[in-house]
């Protein structure tokens, strides 16, 4: 089971990355976007550099972005040094689905250990639904991504990282004690504030509106 899960990562990631090079380009909904920090288009990181200098420019547009996990996570698949702009958020959105998917299987076997209360039990319930959507929410933002439909993925990515909160602040409500999946929605949502970040710089800046 684990070398077919594997393969089918593997296989989705590799579709998708060769897939974002042959589709043309659509044109979307605009962002709201950190205009002093965007590059213009021909500057957009490539190269050897491309890990590096993207989780940069993603640190620089947002004071909670974590550049030592975007990095560390990116750095993962040799393929990511290769890989264009968009090629990275392909990336962050596979590893995504990965650590969702893997989640669930954890969830699943935490509910089963007989260890937690009612209290726990009932946020686990609700941890359990809230991954189970994120992983179809996470392939609809790939698909949409796919499509140059920019602000379709951030909807969707914006769906799981509410989600994934709701997920985390369950635990403590009421009560000091950590949530079991602490790590897990800490990973997640950084994974997905890669891609958000990206969809920004890739995002047409919105013309002004005439009065």
Same mark, same amino acid.
């Given at each position: #089971?684990?070398? =077919?899960?594997?393969?089918?990562?593997s296989?989705?990631?590799?579709?998708?990355?060769?897939f974002?090079?042959?589709?043309?380009?659509?044109?979307?909904?605009? %962002?709201?976007? @950190?205009?002093?920090?965007?590059?213009?288009?021909?500057?957009?990181? *490539?190269?050897?550099?491309?890990?590096?200098? &993207?989780?940069? !420019?993603?640190?620089?547009?947002?004071?909670?972005?974590?550049?030592?996990f975007?990095? =560390?996570?990116?750095?993962? %698949?040799?393929?990511?040094?290769a890989?264009?702009? +968009?090629? %990275?958020?392909?990336?962050? #959105?596979? @590893?995504? *689905?990965?650590?969702?998917?893997? /989640?669930? %299987?954890?969830?699943?076997? #935490?509910?089963?250990?007989? /260890?937690?209360?009612?209290? $726990?039990?009932?946020? !686990?319930? $609700?941890?359990?639904? &809230?991954?189970?959507?994120?992983?179809?929410?996470?392939?609809?933002? *790939?698909?949409?991504? #796919?499509a140059?439909?920019?602000? *379709?993925?951030? /909807?969707?990515? !914006?769906?799981?990282?509410k989600?994934i909160?709701?997920?985390?602040q369950?635990?403590?409500?009421?009560?000091?004690?950590?949530?079991?999946?602490?790590?897990?929605?800490?990973?997640i949502? +950084? !994974?997905?504030?890669? &891609?958000?970040?990206?969809? +920004?710089? @890739?995002?047409?800046?919105?013309p002004?509106?005439?009065?």
């Amino acid at each position: #089971m684990l070398h =077919s899960s594997h393969f089918f990562m593997s296989f989705f990631f590799f579709f998708f990355f060769f897939f974002i090079i042959l589709i043309p380009q659509h044109t979307s909904s605009p %962002l709201p976007l @950190l205009s002093r920090h965007r590059p213009e288009s021909k500057h957009f990181p *490539v190269g050897v550099d491309l890990v590096n200098t &993207t989780c940069e !420019l993603c640190k620089n547009a947002s004071a909670s972005f974590n550049y030592k996990f975007c990095v =560390s996570s990116l750095q993962r %698949l040799p393929i990511s040094h290769a890989a264009n702009f +968009q090629g %990275l958020a392909i990336v962050a #959105m596979e @590893l995504a *689905v990965e650590n969702a998917s893997n /989640t669930v %299987l954890k969830i699943a076997n #935490m509910m089963n250990s007989g /260890t937690f209360d009612h209290h $726990d039990m009932s946020c !686990l319930e $609700d941890c359990m639904e &809230t991954y189970s959507h994120s992983v179809a929410s996470l392939l609809n933002a *790939v698909g949409a991504f #796919m499509a140059r439909q920019y602000g *379709v993925a951030n /909807t969707w990515l !914006l769906q799981v990282t509410k989600g994934i909160r709701r997920c985390e602040q369950g635990f403590s409500r009421g009560r000091k004690e950590n949530s079991p999946l602490k790590k897990q929605n800490y990973n997640i949502l +950084q !994974l997905s504030d890669i &891609t958000l970040c990206i969809i +920004q710089f @890739l995002e047409p800046p919105q013309p002004p509106r005439s009065s």
